[in-house]
Structure formats: structure tokens, C-alpha cells
DNA sequence: GATGAATGAGACTTCATTCAT
DNA sequence: TATGAATGAAGTCTCATTCAT
């Protein structure tokens, strides 16, 4: 069945041992403290190979930045906005989000690593993507918060823009959290975060 | 009256006017960005001249990052979290930290900069220090919500330490948010702010 | 014949050609005074190159030293001191060692300049291989006095460790004084130095 | 009696001060490891002063290698190398140079570390007036020699310059090794050192 | 005379990138 | 296609020396 791989495979093959090299790399040392020679070294690779594959350094980068993204992105198209027509369809929906949210960071930590810490020093265009992935999850909250509105289960008076922001912060707040610490139970962390998030825009802290 | 400075006054000042620019440059080009010769250049001094006021370019990054780090803390502590005694009050305290926050923020904006994006990428210690920070004012957060725990006006069954960590989590999306665009009316941002992120702690988005 | 050399021949062999200019450049300027980008200038190559072959100027400045050291080394140990059976056998076994150190001088006078002079500027630690090996060649001296003792040709009253360092610090002089000057010539000087040093230790230089 | 020293003995005496403690610095950490700077901090003196009373950092080196040499040569001069008439004058002339010469480098250990070490790194100059000074030490012992073989109590045959220089190594070495260890006697090590000397010297180590 | 702030030449070292093999 | 030797720009930091106060 599977032939033996075509030359355009086996370079693809190859780009793909790369990229998933140089995620656990800059994830541990930054994008400054990484280096093109040490991820070729620990890939057993001549690291002139390396250029073969990438542009320049920033290259990557901003493809590993982009690969990552677009597995978070993923997850908020999963679920569609106008579904939920009550509050608890929208609980289950968050709960859903919450959760595949989580697992992503505390299933490879170097995710969470490169979006939230060594992206930041990696200058203003690394930055700006991140925005813009920042805004697309802020985009699909503000559909949620509109359906919710619509269906008459949200609040009529909230600030759409704003609030699908400070929701969408609580949520990476959870994820870096979960991710952070890697003896804790991650499992168990995650569902503490999904509920108390949940309990914060369901129901407010106050009586 | 005023006399003219004395030499420790000067070098003093000197230092200070090193920490300024400083802060300019970093904020703008990043830790790694940043060089030493640029800073002094600026400053039109010689760039062996700045290693009389400081050891090296980590030391003034530190030290940048601690009086970044304090002037935040210094806001977190001029409320007292026992004050408040029903869901008024606290929506009061709220409120002025709140404006207190974004103020910092839109009125030096290179501070937002240091503190969300260039710190991130500058290495191990000075991200520690940051999360301390972060630590310290979910601290605060606690004794908030133990309080109106306390006080009956909030839910008994807050899961403390991370409803604490959420809410900052979006007071300093916020601080980031109004930050981030020059052009709008910060002060109107802020109030936006402000107002959304309290409709979502005191009230729930749902109904 | 001769193939063309491996990569790793090509390697050693760019190794020795830095070493070998390294030694004329550190014997005419002394460790300090030398640079690493004068020597890659000399060699016609980037300063960059150097460090793909040594770790830094410290390292390559060891390496020379001990090199020297190997090759003075070799000559102490060429001779057996329990060979000489006489006064005879004593005086001719001295103009060998003699002749052989002498000649390693004069042939490569940079070996001095870094043994006698340079390498005295270049720290404790350079300091410190130095006298190991001078006490290495004292002690194979003691073993030659030792032996006189014991065949009965030497005088019994010896005090053998010092006498041994007096011993040696008149060979080093006169390796010193037959490397510094090179217009004279040096194989003649290095004949009178011999003899008038063996007349010391044999005859003594009073009647 | 001892009124107010002058304006110029004070700047005399201020003079002294600085190359007593720059002494203690560069026989510590060498021509290239001492610092300006430290040694007028040191002294409790700005370090800007430093260059009132020298040229700079190479003259007050030149100068301290004078004076210590100077110190070297009185030694040598304190006897007359004609007034010994017989082998025993001879011994006890031999003993006495011996004696002082030692007596200077265990008194002040900063002397040898300037002159046999730190001295060697300091460019040729430096070495220059080293071997200027040793080549005074050698004419000296010539004349020790000469005036023996006249007077008849030494051999007639001796290659008096290249005699008198070997003669000369085995003193200094003595020194060295006097001041390298501070641990034992110096008093007894050097009294070990003149008796091997000189009865290398007077008899000979052969029978 | 004394000071020490300012200077900048100069040294070391790193590492992204190129290119001949 | 793969390699890794070579490169040099760039950056950090030191310290002897000058000079205004």
C-alpha cells in the first residue's frame, strides 16, 4: 500500500521534522536563545539543510506562530454561534470551548509557551499576528454574546466588543495557567478554570 | 531658591534621565532590539557612559521592570479590601482601581508596552518577576472576594484563588486594550472598560 | 600518492596553521598585546573562523603553552639518569641534554619568547603550568644528581632538591641568552654556554 | 623642629604613596590586570589625580621597575668586587650579596612578583630595562671573577661572561623561589639556597 | 590641586546566512 | 540535495585618559 515517498513527500516530511523541532526549541529558549545551528544539530541535520527548507530564522518562526494559531482557531469554529437557543445550550457550548481549549495547552506545552511568552520578543510582526488571532476569537465571542442576545438569554445592554474581549482574556488567562504548571493534575485544573470562568459570565461573583 | 543641584544630584538625575530613555527604546524595540550604543546615543552621551550608572543592559532592564512593577503594585494597595460592606461599595472600590489602572496606562503607554509585550521575550528572571507581580495583585484580588464572601454580598461558593486570577486576567486586557491604540479617546476606552468588565463580575452576562 | 585530505585532515591541518601563526603573533606581542583579529588577519581569514577552531583566546593561548612544554618536556626524558656510571659518563650525558635544549632554542626562538617572557603576563593559571613543568625538570634533574651520589662520583653532602633548581635555572639562562640574540650564532654560542656550565657544576670554578 | 612639609614635599610624599600602593597592585594582578582606577580608590584618592603626579599608566609602571631595580643593584655595589683576596674572602663576599639579595625579596615579596613575573607582560620596553639591569648584575659578577683569576684563587680558564650570567640565574632563582612560597621560613630556605649556591660555586659538585 | 564624569577606541565573542563542494 | 566552513556585522563591555569644575 504505502509506496515508498515521492521526493516532493520526503521533502515535505523532512520541513514538517523542522518546524516540529524548532517548536520545542524556541518554546524552551525564546526566539533570541534559540539558534538555526542547535535545532539542526539536535535534528542530526548539516545546518546549512536548514535553509533549504526556510528562509531565515524569522521564517519559521512565523509559520510555527501561524500553525499554532490556526490550531486555536479551529477550535472556535468548531461550534457554531447561533446554535445555543437557551442558557444552558450556551453552558454546554462553553463548557465545549473551555475544554478543547485546555486540553490543546496541556496536551503540548510548547503551544502555550510560544503564543503567550517567547512570540512577545520576537517583534512587531509576530506580534500583530497574534493580535489578529487575538481579534478572530474575539470576532466569534462577539457572535455567541449576539446570538445570546438575540435568543433573549444574555443581558440586552451588554458592550458587545468589549465584553467578548475581557471573556476571551479569562479564557487565555486559564489556558497559561493550566499550562504553567506542569506537576498539577492538568486535567483536574482545566475543569476548576472552566467552572469558575463559567460561574463569572453566567452568573456574576455578586448576589 | 533653587539651588544648583548638588554632584549626587546630579548623577542622580543623570540615572533618571538614563531610566527614560531607556524605557522609550525598550518599549519600542524590545529588549533585544534594544542596544546599549542606541540608548546612549539618543541621549547624546558616549555609550561607556552608561556603564557608570548602571552594571549592564540586563541590570537597567531589571531595574526598569521593577519601577514598572511598582507603581502598578503601589495601585492594588490603596484600597483596602476589608472597606467594603455590600455590593455598592465594592462597586465603588472597583471602579477606582479600575480608572487608577488604565490611567497608568494610557498616560504612559511604554509602560503597557514593557510590561505585556518586551518583558515576555526577555528571559527567564525578568518573566518571573512579572509573574510575582501578577501573583501579588491576584493576592489582593483574594482578600476582595473573601471579604464580600464574608460580608454576604458575594456567592459562598467562589472557587477563590482562580475566579481572582480570571478577574485580573481581564483588568490587564483591559490596561492592554486602552493601551494599545493612541488614537482613540483613552479616557472614553477606559470608562467603556471599566463599565463592561464590572457589568460581567457584579451582574453575569446572562439573565 | 597523496589523496586529497579528509575534512577532518583539512580541519587539523587549518588548526596548526592557526596555532602556528598564533605563536609568532603571541611571541612578538605577548598575550595581551596580541589580538585574535590580527592573527585571522594574518591567515587571510574572518575573525569568525578562529573560534570554529578554538574556544577563545584564552584557550588557544593554553594549548601553545603546553604544546612548548610537550616539546621541552621530551627532552629531559630522552636521557636515563641512572645510565652514567662516572664522572665521564655524567659530563657527556650533560652536553646531550645541553645541546638538545639549546638547539630546541634557537631553531624556533618563539619558543622562549613565550616560555620566558610572555607567557609570565598571562595569568596565574599559564604561571601555574609553567612551574609544573619546571618542577617536572627538576625533579628528573634530582634523579641525576641522586644517582652521582649513589655511583659515588658526586659529593654525598648534596642538598638535592635546591641544587637541582640552581642547576636547571642556569640551563634555562642560557636557553634565554642563545634564543635572544639572533644575529650571533647561535651554535656557537650554545657550545660556550654548555662548556662553561659544565665547568661550573663539574669543577666548580675556584682551585 | 618638624615644621609643616612644603607644598613640594607633600606632593613628594603623595607621590610615594601612589607608587607604594600602584607596587602592592601590580605585583597582585600584573600590568594588564591593575587598574587606574583601582588603585587611586585605594588610596582614598580620585583617580583623575593619578595623572598629576604620572604620565600614565606605562610611566608609573617604568619608574616602579626602576626603583626596584634600583634597590637590586645597591646590593650589588655594596661590596668591592677587588677586595677579596683569597677563596675564604671570597665565600664570605658570596655569602653577604647572598644574604642581602634574599633578604630584599623576602622582606618585600612584591618586588619578585614585579620583577619575575608581572614585568614580563608589560611590553619590551619594561623587558628591556629588566635586561639592562641584569646585564649590570652580570658585569658586576665579572668583575668578582676577574678579580679572582688575578688574584689566583680561581680557575684561569673560565668563560668569564657566560660564568658570570649562569652564576646570576642560579641567585635569581634562588629569590624566586625564596618569595614563591610564603608558607615556610624564608630565613632557612634561603640560608639552604646560599649554602647550594655557593658550594656549587666554591667546589663543585663532583668529586 | 583634586576630582570624577565623560569619552570612545578597542577587544572579545556570537550567530545568521552564504556558498563551494 | 546536503553540508558545514567561512564570514563579518553587530553588540557588549572595559578602562586609560581628558578636562571642566
Chains 1, 2, 3, 4 share one sequence.
Not at 20 to 47: P, Q, S
Not at 70 to 98: C, F, H, W
Not at 133 to 141: C, F, I, K, P, R
Request: overall charge negative; proline content about 3%.
Amino acid at each position: 500500500m504505502s509506496s515508498r515517498p515521492s521526493r516532493e513527500e520526503r521533502a515535505e516530511l523532512k520541513r514538517e521534522r523542522i518546524l516540529e523541532e524548532a517548536l520545542t526549541v524556541f518554546a524552551e529558549k525564546g526566539y533570541h536563545g534559540a539558534n538555526i545551528a542547535d535545532i539542526a544539530r539536535r535534528l542530526e541535520m548539516g545546518h546549512g539543510t536548514f535553509y533549504r527548507y526556510f528562509e531565515n530564522k524569522h521564517d519559521i518562526f512565523i509559520e510555527l506562530i501561524n500553525r499554532v494559531l490556526q490550531k486555536l482557531a479551529v477550535v472556535m469554529t468548531e461550534q457554531n454561534p447561533n446554535e445555543a437557543n437557551s442558557r444552558e445550550d450556551y453552558r454546554r457550548q462553553l463548557e465545549g470551548i473551555g475544554e478543547t481549549f485546555m486540553r490543546l495547552h496541556w496536551e503540548d506545552p510548547r503551544i502555550g509557551r510560544l503564543v503567550f511568552y517567547e512570540a512577545m520578543g520576537a517583534g512587531a510582526e509576530v506580534r500583530q499576528t497574534l493580535e489578529r488571532m487575538n481579534d478572530l476569537s474575539v470576532l466569534a465571542t462577539q457572535e455567541y454574546l449576539r446570538n445570546g442576545m438575540a435568543k433573549g438569554y444574555m443581558r440586552a445592554d451588554l458592550d458587545v466588543p468589549v465584553t467578548a474581549r475581557a471573556l476571551m482574556a479569562m479564557v487565555f488567562e486559564g489556558c497559561r495557567q493550566v499550562m504553567r504548571e506542569p506537576d498539577q493534575n492538568p486535567e483536574q485544573a482545566s475543569r476548576r478554570w472552566i467552572a469558575a470562568v463559567m460561574a463569572i459570565i453566567l452568573d456574576g461573583i455578586t448576589l
